[in-house]
């Protein structure tokens, strides 16, 4: 079964777990922080490059924070929630870094 990438619903879903105290997935505010920055991200990099701009970067976080292959993306819930301003400063960046690129089309 496949859990959605993006969510901007903060209603809890089948998909969610507890977290140990402490970590970015037992605090809602920095979870939903990360979720809306992932998809702003998403959906500034799917104007610029198409439909599959989300897997790209969903699989940019993963190579760019060493999370391997075979693990899902939603394991940041349980780092250390002082790792989540790395994590925002990392999607901002990204998504400034989009912004600043000429859109491209893809082609049909």
Known sequence: MNQPAFSDDSEPSLFDTHHAP??????????????AALADLGRAREECFGYAAYGAV???????????????????????????DEILNYLHGRHAETLGRPAQRRSA
């Open 58 to 84: 969903v699989a940019g976080l993963k190579r760019d924070f060493a999370i391997p292959s075979y693990v899902p993306w939603t394991d940041i819930w349980n780092w250390p929630a002082d790792r989540a």
């Open 22 to 35: 402490g970590t970015i997935g037992a605090d809602a505010g920095l979870r939903g922080r990360i979720e």
